[in-house]
C-alpha cells in the first residue's frame, strides 16, 4: 500500500508523542473510501478500497515509513482545566503531501488503546464515525474549513457504549492536530522549550507567509486569532453549532475538528445548542464567537513566557492582538452576511439589515437554509416572495424587510438573475440536518443499512446544487422528526 510518507511531527522532542502500534481488529471491512479525496494524497483509492486496504485503514497490516504516534495534549474542557488528555483512542501515521502541494495528517481514530486512553477503550462506535464522516465532509463541500474523511471501515468488533455498537476507525485527514490544548500542555508542565519549539513549528507549517524572524509566538497567535474569527464566520453562515469547542478541540490551523454532538440550525434560533451535556448553552449557536475568543485567551496565556524577555511588554502585545478578535470577526462575519443577502458592496447599514431580519427569522421560527435558499429567488424577482415569507409565522415580517432590502439592492448594478446566481453558490440548498444525519445512523447501526450513509455523502458532495433526487434531504424536519439533543457518544 503506497503511502508517501513524509512525516515532520514525530521529529519534534521525544515529550510531544508516544510511539504506539494500532491494536489489531477481528473483521475489518471497508464501509467507504473517499476516492476523490484518496487521489488528491496521492493514495491509489483502488487498492484502499479492497480487502487488503481495509487491513490498512483498520491498523491490522502496518505501513512502511508510519510514524504511529499519539500526540500529547490537555484542554479545558467546558472551562476546566485538564492537565492531561491527548489522543487515547487515535493514531497519526503520517503526513502526506498532496498533489496540491499540501501538507496533512493521516490519522485512525478508534485505533485502539494508547499511553493517552486513561479509562477508555481506544475504540469508536460506528455511529459516530459515520457522523464525522458526513459531517466533515458536507462542511468541506460548503466550502468551510475543517478536518476531512479519507474511509470509514468496520472493526468486526463490539464497543461497549450506552448500548452495543459495532466498531468502527475512521480515517482522517487534517491539515495538522496542534490543538490550542497541545500548547497547554507544555505550558502546565513549565515546559517553554516544547513550548517555543511548537509555535515555530506551526507557524512554518500553517502560516509559511507569515514571516516571524524573532517571535514566532506571537505571529502565530496573531494567524491563528485570524483563522479562528474567519471559521467561526464561516460556521455561523451556514448555521453550525459545533457543540464541544474545548480547547483541545480547537485547531490552530483554523480548521473545524472533532465533530461530536455538532448540528445544524433547522429554525433560526441564536440561543440553540444541541449538546445534552451543554447544560448551560456555554456553546451555544450565537456563543461561539465568544467561546473563540476565551479559547485564544488561553492560547495567548500559553505562548506568553515566550514571547520575548520583556513579559509586560510581551502581555501588551498579546493583549492588542486578543482585542482585535471582536473586530476581526465582525468583519468576517458581516462580508458572511453580505454575500447571503446577495450584496457586493459595503455600506454601512448592511450590519443593521442583516441584524433585523436575523430578528426576524428567530421571532418567526423561520428555517435558516430554506430562507435563504428562497431568498436567491426573491432576487430573481418579487414573484417568489409569497414562497419566501411563507416561511414565517408573520408573512408581513418578511415582506417589510424586503422593502428596505430592495431599496438597498437598487443602489447595486448587479443584475437580477446574476445575483441570484452569485446567492445560489453561498446560499446552500443542502445541510446535513440533524435529523436525516440520525436515520442515517439509526439504519446503518441497528440494520445494517448503508444506503442512506451513501445518499447523505453523494447528496452533501454538491451542496449548492438543487438536484431533483436529493430534493428530500432539503426539507426540515416534521414534529416528530426533530432531534431535541445530541450526544457525545464516544
Ligand atoms: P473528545 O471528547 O472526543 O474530544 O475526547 C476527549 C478526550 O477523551 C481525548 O483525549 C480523547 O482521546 C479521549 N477519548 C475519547 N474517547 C475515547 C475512547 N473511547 N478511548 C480512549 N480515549 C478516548
Ligand atoms: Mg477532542
Request: glycine share 6%; net charge negative; proline share 6%.
Given at each position: ?291 473563540a475568543q476565551w479559547n485564544l485567551v488561553k492560547l495567548a496565556e500559553a505562548l506568553l513566557p515566550t514571547m520575548g524577555e520583556d513579559e509586560d511588554e510581551a502581555a501588551r502585545l498579546a493583549t492588542e492582538q486578543l482585542e482585535r478578535f471582536p473586530a476581526i470577526f465582525e468583519t468576517a462575519h458581516a462580508r458572511v452576511l453580505r454575500a447571503k443577502l446577495g450584496l457586493r458592496v459595503e455600506h454601512d447599514e448592511d450590519s443593521a439589515l442583516a441584524a433585523d431580519l436575523l430578528e426576524r427569522l428567530a ?48 443602489r447595486e448594478e448587479t443584475a437580477p438573475e446574476e445575483r441570484a446566481c452569485a446567492m445560489r453558490l453561498v446560499n446552500p440548498a443542502l445541510i446535513p440536518r440533524n435529523h436525516r444525519i440520525e436515520e442515517m445512523i439509526v439504519a446503518a447501526v441497528v440494520r445494517q443499512d448503508f444506503e442512506p450513509f451513501h445518499t447523505l455523502v453523494e447528496a452533501l458532495g454538491r451542496p449548492y446544487e438543487e438536484r431533483p433526487a436529493f430534493a428530500f434531504l432539503s426539507e426540515p424536519p416534521k414534529p416528530d422528526e ?9
Amino acid at each position: 500500500m503506497a503511502f508517501t510518507f513524509d512525516n515532520t511531527y514525530d521529529k519534534l522532542s521525544a515529550q510531544f508523542y508516544a510511539h504506539v502500534a494500532p491494536t489489531k481488529v477481528r473483521g475489518p471491512r471497508v464501509v467507504k473510501v473517499n476516492r476523490p479525496l484518496a487521489t488528491l494524497l496521492g493514495i491509489d483509492p483502488d487498492a484502499l478500497d479492497s480487502p487488503e486496504g481495509a487491513q490498512v485503514l483498520s491498523g491490522n497490516t502496518p505501513v512502511d515509513g508510519a510514524s504511529s504516534i499519539a500526540l500529547a495534549y490537555a484542554g479545558h474542557q467546558f472551562g476546566h482545566f485538564v492537565p492531561q488528555l491527548g489522543d487515547g483512542r487515535a493514531i497519526l501515521l503520517g503526513e502526506v503531501v498532496g498533489t496540491d502541494c499540501k501538507r496533512r495528517d493521516v490519522q485512525l481514530k478508534g485505533a485502539g488503546r494508547t499511553p493517552f486512553s486513561r479509562g477508555g477503550d481506544g475504540r469508536a462506535a460506528l455511529g459516530p464515525v459515520l457522523r464525522e464522516y458526513v459531517v466533515s465532509e458536507a462542511m468541506a463541500a460548503l466550502g468551510v474549513p475543517t478536518t476531512r474523511a479519507l474511509a470509514a471501515v468496520l472493526t468486526g468488533e463490539p464497543v461497549i457504549r450506552e448500548e452495543v455498537q459495532p466498531g468502527a476507525v475512521l480515517t482522517r485527514v487534517a491539515s495538522s492536530h496542534i490543538r490550542v490544548g497541545t500548547f497547554e500542555y507544555f505550558a502546565a508542565r513549565d515546559d517553554y522549550k516544547a513550548v517555543a519549539a511548537l509555535a515555530t513549528y506551526a507557524r512554518r507549517r500553517h502560516f509559511p507567509e507569515v514571516s516571524a524572524p524573532k517571535n514566532d509566538a506571537l505571529a502565530l497567535l496573531e494567524c491563528v486569532i485570524r483563522a479562528q474569527a474567519e471559521l467561526v464566520a464561516r460556521w455561523l453562515g451556514v448555521g453550525f453549532v459545533h457543540g464541544v469547542m474545548n480547547t483541545d478541540n480547537t485547531s490552530v490551523s483554523g480548521e473545524t475538528i472533532d465533530y461530536g454532538p455538532c448540528a445544524f440550525l433547522d429554525e433560526y434560533d441564536p440561543k440553540k445548542k444541541f449538546s445534552s451535556i451543554d447544560r448551560a448553552g456555554r456553546y451555544a449557536f450565537a456563543n461561539q464567537p465568544r467561546i473563540a475568543q476565551w479559547n485564544l485567551v488561553k492560547l495567548a496565556e500559553a505562548l506568553l513566557p515566550t514571547m520575548g524577555e520583556d513579559e509586560d511588554e510581551a502581555a501588551r502585545l498579546a493583549t492588542e492582538q486578543l482585542e482585535r478578535f471582536p473586530a476581526i470577526f465582525e468583519t468576517a462575519h458581516a462580508r458572511v452576511l453580505r454575500a447571503k443577502l446577495g450584496l457586493r458592496v459595503e455600506h454601512d447599514e448592511d450590519s443593521a439589515l442583516a441584524a433585523d431580519l436575523l430578528e426576524r427569522l428567530a421571532a418567526n421560527e423561520v428555517d435558516y437554509t430554506l430562507f435563504f435558499r428562497r431568498l436567491c429567488g426573491s432576487a430573481a424577482g418579487a414573484a417568489a416572495d409569497a414562497e419566501t415569507a411563507s416561511l414565517f409565522a408573520h408573512p408581513t415580517a418578511f415582506h417589510d424587510w424586503a422593502v428596505a432590502w430592495r431599496q438597498r439592492l437598487a443602489r447595486e448594478e448587479t443584475a437580477p438573475e446574476e445575483r441570484a446566481c452569485a446567492m445560489r453558490l453561498v446560499n446552500p440548498a443542502l445541510i446535513p440536518r440533524n435529523h436525516r444525519i440520525e436515520e442515517m445512523i439509526v439504519a446503518a447501526v441497528v440494520r445494517q443499512d448503508f444506503e442512506p450513509f451513501h445518499t447523505l455523502v453523494e447528496a452533501l458532495g454538491r451542496p449548492y446544487e438543487e438536484r431533483p433526487a436529493f430534493a428530500f434531504l432539503s426539507e426540515p424536519p416534521k414534529p416528530d422528526e426533530r432531534v431535541r439533543a445530541t450526544f457525545c457518544g464516544t
